[in-house]
Nanobody
Framework: QVHLTESGGGSVQAGGSLRLSCVAS????????LGWFRQAPGREREGVAYISPADHTFYADSVKGRFTISKDNADNTLYLEMNALKPEDTAMYYC??????????????WGQGTQVTVSS
């Protein structure tokens, strides 16, 4: 049974920073594409960043230069460092595993989400 558990969300002012974590169990994270996604109220879930088994990373244009995705294979933990946060970054953030790129339907496993709220 695969489980993904996010943490680290919260409320910050614009310009602030947060670090999200996602602990995985039930599989070896080093063999899968891992991604961070977000969904704001009334909007579709969208890809934020992913990291490949070879540690190649990719970011959505909206977060490029501000967010950093990384992973610790020894601890089976995925991270998302978020800096220079903007109100438009407000959303529920999800980690996911087993997909391809930032294509939402391709991901097999999802966490329950952690809320990020950025105030102006």
């Amino acid at each position: 049974q695969v489980h993904l558990t996010e943490s680290g969300g919260g409320s910050v002012q614009a310009g602030g920073s947060l670090r999200l974590s996602c602990v995985a169990s039930g599989y070896t994270s080093s063999n899968l594409y891992l991604g961070w996604f977000r969904q704001a109220p009334g909007r579709e879930r969208e890809g934020v960043a992913y990291i490949s088994p070879a540690d190649h990373t990719f970011y959505a244009d909206s977060v490029k230069g501000r967010f950093t995705i990384s992973k610790d294979n020894a601890d089976n933990t995925l991270y998302l460092e978020m800096n220079a946060l903007k109100p438009e970054d407000t959303a529920m953030y999800y980690c996911a595993a087993g997909g391809a790129g930032l294509w939402v339907p391709s991901y097999q496993y999802w966490g329950q989400g952690t809320q990020v709220t950025v105030s102006s």
